[in-house]
């Protein structure tokens, strides 16, 4: 990382023209595009980009795969809104970035990727670590390009930012031959600034799409809100929340969508899908209007389309045309920015009596909310749902949580309730496992300032888990919190209620979680009821450094309620047992 | 149902697979692709014909519209316009039974392009089911037919129609001053095919 000195040289880049080398041009172009932190992995073929690093006001986290390198420019990328970049050489360092490429793709994520490859002479010759990785990633990636001169060094990563941020943003790979890195060229951070941004030539909002999105609205008797991810992506919570309040809307989010509208608001009905709670999905299959904003009516929140929302208008408010009609036929689509489009609406929209609707769904909701198991009295055993609930208490819901997949991450879903967006990281499109650890070191060097929170499965974990180095090496503090039951647990679930119990290749033996954080100098605990949940979440957050909790929780628990694939969406396997449970009062 | 997807893309190494790799993800398979230069510096057409369903064809197109260097695309569907293609036939062919093929020649307006004592080979500019009758009446012989190259459809709509996307870049070096775009949204259909 660069001195103070070079700083000056680094910026004086950017105003007066040089001759640099392709590699210089790297980080010259990334400082001017407001890039502080990079995550990477060196090898043969980036190598000169590495050597100059050193000229540079740029902090590069070395990683331990380069998988993690993108997920941490995911997490990165989540936490702030700003591109993530992450680095890594050419063949073997760029094929390991593949998972964590495709995982930022399925949501819309905005990165980077830099990899070095063989010299131009060599390209398509099978030479010693050559692969080819613009080809590889081209169906991953929102645009890639392979870059063999100099001089298109600078215009290129221009391009692959403005690319990554807008319309759907989305992950763009820039691979860069070794003699383009090793050559020079002149530098001009202005002049390669890329063509103005063409906007998708196929959005349009008009005049009458919003009379008749206003009209379905004013019109409607059970309306709801699907909140997708597109809100935090478009910055449209104050909008989407007005919609709500002043029409009286009550809103379902999206996995991705948590934390876009206040888990708190009175309005919040909680998340949709698969594993969204049974009010939820009845009020979406009794609607008469769906407005789903920034959402894609993926399959995990529809379940079967034959049967999905059938009585319900649906008014679709997209920033990709591609998505308009392609699960379910839309009678109105408004295809724009989603702040713009509902700043264009709001106007139309006027206040509104919900009452009888919500009454309806509280009626819907009845003793289901208190039969929840987070309202179980301690039996002894730990249920991850408690973990996940205390978590939410103490940490006063204010927390960057970071979730892997599997059980744990709807769990987490459920019962850690999100306030504000970009709270809840979590890979909802391509279901990552490894995701949570990487991310999460992305997110905090996005965020010092904030608490973070890794809630992994003790399968997930230990995909990635080689990245706890990483946090050791860039002394940076992250709360762990290892869901361990043992198993492969989600896949275990779906055995045990699809495939007769067959557990096959799903038990799960793991290593001592505290012995491993320990090995690495990271402190931990076991936790293995709930008496001692508080005190062990209490001491990890005071704890200078990275802290571990491997939470030993009972192993054949399982997420409910589940609309299992293709079922419809109403139909749910509900939590077992009868006997509604009282609320206990601080858990208000 | 047949769509043909017209479509200016740049013309720069691997955009033929950006384009191509859509419509594998989509495992549909496409029956023809012409691509070749523009009036427009740096931008190559295309014209792409595949079998998909109705719906199929706005996903598609808005899809293409998202590849980065995919500048404009059109689905021409069923709206007039002008579909060519050309076809190189070789044919075995000696100077005794040379004459009958000289006739049917002529009869489809087609040419000769090429004559040895051997073989002899015709081109044929047209619509498919003219290309397609003079080959079928070439195969009437057995072993008549040597090699058939076919260009695959290239497709322009009839009349004076830009589409906005192009409209909005300016004009290619060949247009005159640009006509108000209202004026050149419709297209003037000409007399059909
Ligand atoms: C990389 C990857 N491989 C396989 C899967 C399939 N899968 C989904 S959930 C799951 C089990 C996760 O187990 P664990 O990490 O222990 O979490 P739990 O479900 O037990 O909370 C698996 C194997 C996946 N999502 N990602
Ligand atoms: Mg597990």
């Known amino acids: 990382m660069g001195t103070n000195a070079t700083t000056q040289a680094a910026n004086a880049?950017?105003?007066?023209?040089?001759?640099?080398?392709?590699?210089?041009?790297?980080?010259?172009?990334?400082?001017?595009?407001?890039?502080?932190?990079?995550?990477?992995?060196?090898?043969?073929?980036?190598?000169?980009?590495?050597?100059?690093?050193?000229?540079?006001?740029?902090?590069?986290?070395?990683?331990?795969?380069?998988?993690?390198?993108?997920?941490?420019?995911?997490?990165?990328?989540?936490?702030?809104?700003?591109?993530?970049?992450?680095?890594?050489?050419?063949?073997?360092?760029?094929?390991?970035?593949?998972?964590?490429?495709?995982?930022?793709?399925?949501?819309?994520?905005?990165?980077?990727?830099?990899?070095?490859?063989?010299?131009?002479?060599?390209l398509g010759t099978d030479a010693f670590q050559e692969v080819d990785i613009t080809g590889i990633t081209l169906p991953v990636t929102k645009h890639n390009f392979l870059i063999s001169r100099t001089e298109d060094v600078a215009p290129a990563l221009r391009h692959a930012f403005q690319i990554a941020r807008s319309g759907r943003p989305g992950p763009v790979l820039v691979?860069?031959?070794?003699?383009?890195?090793?050559?020079?060229?002149?530098?001009?951070?202005?002049?390669?600034?890329?063509?103005?941004?063409?906007?998708?030539?196929?959005?349009?909002?008009?005049?009458?799409?919003?009379?008749?999105?206003?009209?379905?609205?004013?019109?409607?008797?059970?309306?709801?809100?699907?909140?997708?991810?597109?809100?935090?992506?478009?910055?449209?919570?104050?909008?989407?929340?007005?919609?709500?309040?002043?029409?009286?809307?009550?809103?379902?989010?999206?996995?991705?969508?948590?934390?876009?509208?206040?888990?708190?608001?009175?309005?919040?009905?909680?998340?949709?899908?698969?594993?969204?709670?049974?009010?939820?999905?009845?009020?979406?299959?009794?609607?008469?209007?769906l407005i789903a904003c920034g959402m894609r009516f993926d399959d995990r929140v529809t379940g079967s389309l034959a049967t999905y929302a059938t009585k319900a208008k649906k008014i679709h408010i997209e920033v990709d045309p591609a998505e308009i009609n392609k699960n379910i036929k839309v009678d109105v689509a408004l295809v724009g920015d989603l702040r713009e489009v509902l700043e264009q609406l709001l106007p139309r929209i006027p206040g509104r009596d919900g009452s009888a609707w919500l009454k309806t769904i509280d009626g819907i909701k009845g003793a289901a909310a208190v039969r929840d198991i987070k309202n179980l009295p301690d039996s002894g055993h730990l249920y991850a749902a408690h973990v996940m609930h205390d978590l939410w208490r103490i940490t006063g819901g204010n927390a960057i949580v970071v979730t892997d997949v599997g059980q744990h991450q709807m769990w987490e879903a459920q019962y850690y309730h999100h306030e504000h967006p970009r709270t809840l990281i979590t890979s909802g499109g391509l279901g990552t496992m490894g995701f949570?650890?990487?991310?999460?070191?992305?997110?905090?060097?996005?965020?010092?300032?904030?608490?973070?929170?890794?809630?992994?499965?003790?399968?997930?974990?230990?995909?990635?888990?080689?990245?706890?180095?990483?946090?050791?090496?860039?002394?940076?503090?992250?709360?762990?919190?290892?869901?361990?039951?043992?198993?492969?647990?989600?896949?275990?679930?779906?055995?045990?209620?699809?495939?007769?119990?067959?557990?096959?290749?799903?038990?799960?033996?793991?290593p001592d979680f505290v012995k491993l954080a320990g090995a690495h100098g990271i402190q931990g605990l076991t936790v293995r009821t709930r008496a001692e949940v508080a005190e062990a979440v209490n001491e990890a957050r005071s704890a200078p450094g990275a802290f571990l909790i491997n939470f030993k929780v009972e192993k054949e628990d399982s997420v409910y309620p589940m609309v299992s694939a293709g079922s419809a969406l109403h139909e749910m396997i509900r939590r077992p047992g009868n006997d509604p449970l009282v609320e206990s009062p601080d858990d208000k | 149902m047949l769509h043909t997807f017209v479509a200016y893309v740049e013309d720069l190494p691997g955009v033929l697979t950006r384009v191509a790799s859509l419509f594998r993800r989509l495992n549909i398979n496409i029956n023809s692709l012409t691509v070749g230069r523009s009036e427009r510096p740096g931008l190559s057409r295309l014209t792409l014909v595949c079998e998909a369903s109705a719906e199929a064809g706005d996903r598609i197109r808005a899809s293409l519209f998202k590849l980065e260097n995919v500048v404009d695309v059109d689905d021409i569907a069923k709206d007039p316009a002008v579909t060519r293609e050309l076809a190189l036939i070789k044919i075995a062919a000696t100077p005794r039974n040379r004459a009958q093929i000289f006739d049917l020649v002529e009869v489809f307006r087609a040419r000769i392009v090429d004559l040895t004592s051997e073989s002899l080979m015709i081109e044929m500019t047209g619509v498919e089911s003219k290309i397609e009758g003079l080959i079928e009446v070439l195969r009437e012989d057995e072993g008549r037919i040597l090699e058939i190259c076919r260009s695959g459809k290239m497709t322009m709509r009839r009349g004076h129609h830009i589409s906005s996307v192009l409209n909005a870049m300016g004009a290619g070096p060949d247009m005159p001053a640009e006509p108000p775009l209202e004026a050149l949204e419709e297209g003037a259909a000409g007399e059909p095919e």
């Open chain 1, 175 to 289: 691979d860069i031959t070794k003699d383009a890195q090793q050559a020079t060229a002149l530098f001009d951070f202005a002049a390669a600034k890329p063509r103005p941004y063409r906007p998708h030539p196929m959005l349009h909002v008009e005049d009458s799409g919003l009379a008749q999105a206003a009209e379905l609205i004013r019109n409607a008797k059970r309306p709801v809100i699907l909140a997708g991810h597109g809100i935090i992506e478009s910055s449209a919570m104050e909008q989407v929340r007005t919609l709500a309040e002043r029409a009286q809307i009550p809103v379902a989010l999206t996995l991705l969508g948590l934390g876009a509208f206040p888990a708190s608001h009175p309005l919040n009905l909680g998340m949709m899908g698969m594993h969204g709670e049974a009010w939820v999905n009845h009020a979406i299959q009794e609607a008469d209007l």
């Open chain 1, 13 to 122: 880049h950017l105003t007066t023209p040089a001759r640099l080398t392709g590699a210089e041009i790297v980080w010259a172009t990334l400082v001017g595009e407001g890039v502080t932190t990079v995550f990477g992995y060196p090898g043969g073929a980036i190598l000169p980009v590495y050597d100059a690093l050193r000229k540079f006001p740029i902090h590069h986290v070395l990683v331990r795969h380069e998988q993690g390198a993108a997920h941490m420019a995911d997490g990165y990328a989540r936490a702030s809104g700003k591109v993530g970049v992450a680095i890594a050489t050419s063949g073997p360092g760029a094929t390991n970035l593949v998972t964590g490429i495709a995982t930022a793709m399925l949501d819309s994520i905005p990165i980077v990727c830099i990899t070095g490859n063989v010299s131009s002479k060599v």
């Open chain 1, 436 to 510: 949570a650890l990487p991310a999460a070191i992305g997110a905090k060097f996005a965020c010092p300032d904030k608490e973070v929170w890794v809630i992994a499965g003790d399968g997930g974990f230990q995909m990635t888990s080689a990245e706890l180095a990483t946090i050791v090496q860039e002394k940076i503090k992250i709360n762990i919190a290892v869901i361990n039951n043992g198993y492969l647990g989600m896949v275990r679930q779906w055995q045990e209620f699809f495939y007769e119990r067959n557990y096959e290749a799903t038990p799960m033996v793991s």
